[in-house]
């Protein structure tokens, strides 16, 4: 029996921001007000996640330029890993660097293998401003050093070298979902 709210049920589903919108490019603000509004960010979040089918949603891919991410992940024991990060920071992310296929909601459709290392961890704060920290492994280590980029201002694309990065963005190209820059 769960006894916790069920995360993004009060929230509504917001648009997608998607590659070629310059917010995804830009670094995101520091969270200051840890009040109501800050909450309802973070059901939006998972919301908009859940209704995108994704493991993970950075705060710019909603239009607001401010550090905060969620997640819904499995790591690579198929273990569930649930939460949020506010003003978060990567104090580790070492181990072996594994190329694996990855995609964005910002690029829906596409992937492309990325490499990231397969141990992470983030700190930062709760909704309510208590600190947290966040370890992941394997995919889960991937999903957050993919969403810690976001609120950097980068997207897995911006890993992606030689014929990746030409492949990548040739199908962005041919997307209907594209925004021309």
């Known amino acids: 029996m769960r006894?916790?709210?069920i995360p993004g049920v009060h929230g509504r589903v917001r648009p997608l921001t998607l590659h070629g919108d310059?917010?995804?490019?830009?670094?995101?603000?520091?969270?200051?007000?840890?009040?109501?509004?800050?909450?309802?960010?973070?059901?939006?979040?998972f919301a908009t996640m859940y209704a995108a089918q994704g493991v993970g949603l950075a705060a710019n891919q909603i239009g607001e330029s401010l550090r905060v991410f969620v997640y819904d992940c499995p790591d690579d024991e198929d273990v569930r890993h649930l939460g949020h990060?506010?003003?978060?920071?990567?104090?580790?992310?070492?181990?072996?660097v594994i190329r694996g296929p990855e995609?964005?909601?910002?690029?829906?459709?596409?992937?492309?293998?990325?490499?990231?290392?397969?141990?992470?961890?983030?700190?930062?704060?709760?909704?309510?401003?208590?600190?947290?920290?966040?370890?992941?492994t394997?995919?889960?280590?991937?999903?957050?050093?993919?969403?810690?980029?976001?609120?950097?201002?980068?997207?897995?694309?911006?890993?992606?070298?030689?014929?990746?990065?030409r492949k990548l963005m040739r199908q962005v190209a041919r997307s209907s979902w594209r925004r021309d820059v």
């Open 85 to 96: 990060v506010v003003n978060p920071r990567l104090v580790e992310a070492d181990g072996v």
């Open 3 to 5: 006894h916790s709210p």
């Open 103 to 136: 995609g964005c909601l910002s690029l829906p459709g596409l992937e492309a293998g990325t490499e990231r290392h397969d141990h992470a961890v983030v700190e930062g704060l709760t909704v309510t401003g208590d600190p947290v920290t966040v370890h992941g």
């Open 22 to 45: 310059p917010l995804l490019h830009t670094p995101c603000a520091e969270v200051t007000d840890f009040g109501p509004e800050l909450a309802r960010l973070v059901e939006d979040l």
């Open 138 to 165: 394997g995919f889960f280590a991937r999903c957050l050093q993919h969403e810690y980029d976001h609120v950097e201002g980068r997207i897995y694309a911006d890993h992606l070298t030689g014929w990746r990065h």
